[in-house]
């Protein structure tokens, strides 16, 4: 079927999303998700600028030679914002192809390898007290992996927590210019088994425990920050030095069993091919909305499954339901599944976007809509537009600028 319209929706239902919507000539559409979070705008316009144009008369059948025109076609290759509306396209015409075909789209990847998708929660606290009620709370709702995270004492404000008086509002990007935080890491690598130990002396070992540290430490605290956090035998630690070096996560690896999970900001397979291929990892992170959407994540995951690598995708708030979904849909077919991320997402964003996956014990599951099982109410999109957010950024008691 050609393709007659793309048209791309900005929408800011408690984040902001970028959503791509295709129509084909029988009036079938397909939605694709091009968020990138603090950076939306630029999406927003490679897509409406350079790709749509490029998109109306081709045949929405095609879909491993429209990801090659548009992947190789750009001469520009990769990258955040090239990644971002290749996926957005990708995911659109899986979810036309579902649709045309009444199957959801894991039926069109072959069906499910299993019953349900683990997920992992994100249980949080100003103080371990907190956090420990926070963690409660999800394992009488039925999770059997939870995240953790907590303030650290002697930091004025920790990444991953609701602010006070923000509700339970995840890693709010709320600001119009980027707050600054402060960073100290001697303070966080005390504090990290400190916490880990609370949460296992009083729920025991019975539930995945898992812990992101967003690049903040050197591969050689990193490696310090695995050996401490040994006993209390994690699922994974997340991100836990930046991955531009990632010959240095040899280092880390020689010093500790702790399992290590990376890939949320990789952009295609090329990122991921060297951590993956030397086994310098254990979980691979990419997501369909930042990885060139299913096909592309399709082949990342078997690479990674070459090597014993689990998946382990990025779902974030900032992910909108359209991407989380395509992921449920992978996750559900792959052999080598390893764990899905849940953060849900702020209201209003269930106005904007009906979905129809469902999360029960502790496990997702996609539904059997046919296509992805996700559509946008663009009139409720219209009543919340665009706002500049921002992440905050952190700086060292000096003044210089840290990592993420
Ligand atoms: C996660 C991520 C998020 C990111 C966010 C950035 O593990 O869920 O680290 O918390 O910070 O997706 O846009
Ligand atoms: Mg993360």
């Known amino acids: ?94 979810d036309i192809l579902g649709k045309v075909t009444g199957q959801p789209v894991h039926q069109l990847l072959g069906g499910a390898a299993r019953e349900g998708v683990l997920a992992y929660g994100h249980a949080s606290g100003q103080s371990i007290g907190e956090l420990l009620e926070d963690v409660a709370g999800f394992l009488d709702s039925g999770y059997r992996a939870v995240r953790v995270q907590a303030s650290v004492p002697g930091l004025d404000d920790t990444y991953g927590l609701p602010r006070p008086g923000t509700g339970p509002v995840y890693e709010p990007a709320d600001a119009s210019l980027p707050a600054e935080h402060r960073w100290h890491t001697p303070d966080y690598l005390d504090f990290a088994p400190e916490m880990m130990a609370a949460v296992r002396e009083r729920f025991g070992y019975g539930f995945h425990l898992l812990h992101d540290v967003h690049h903040r430490l050197s591969p050689l605290e990193a490696a310090q920050l695995g050996k401490s956090l040994e006993p209390y035998r994690m699922f994974w630690m997340e991100d836990p030095t930046p991955a ?84 449920l849909h992978l996750d559900l077919t792959v052999p080598n599944f390893g764990i899905q991320e849940y953060m849900g997402h702020q209201e209003p964003a269930s106005e904007v976007f009906r979905t129809s996956y469902t999360f029960e014990d502790g496990y997702l599951h996609p539904g059997q809509a046919p296509g992805l099982g996700v559509e946008i109410d663009e009139e409720a999109a219209a009543r919340y537009p665009y706002e500049r957010k921002y992440l905050p950024v952190n700086r060292l008691a000096d003044g210089s600028m840290h990592d993420w």
């Open 244 to 327: 531009e070096d990632q010959e240095a996560f040899r280092l880390l690896r020689q010093h500790t069993t702790t399992p290590v999970a990376v890939g949320e900001i990789f952009n295609s397979i090329w990122d991921c091919q060297y951590l993956i291929s030397e086994r310098l990892i254990d979980y691979i992170r990419a997501s369909p909305s930042h990885a060139g959407g299913i096909s592309h994540l399709r082949r990342i995951f078997d690479l990674a499954d070459l090597y014993g690598v689990r998946t382990g995708a990025h779902g974030a708030g900032d992910l909108s339901p359209v991407s989380f979904a395509a992921a």
């Open 1 to 94: 079927m050609r393709i007659t319209s793309a048209d791309v929706v900005v929408t800011s239902p408690g984040r902001n999303y970028v959503t791509l919507k295709i129509t084909t000539e029988d009036g079938v559409t397909g939605l694709g998700d091009a968020t990138l979070n603090g950076r939306e705008l630029a999406v927003a316009s490679y897509l409406r600028d350079h790709v749509c144009p490029l998109l109306v008369g081709r045949d929405s059948g095609r879909i491993n030679d429209t990801w090659q025109y548009l992947y190789r076609g750009a001469y520009w290759r990769r990258g955040p914002v090239t990644m971002a509306s290749i996926a957005a396209v990708d995911c659109a015409l899986w």
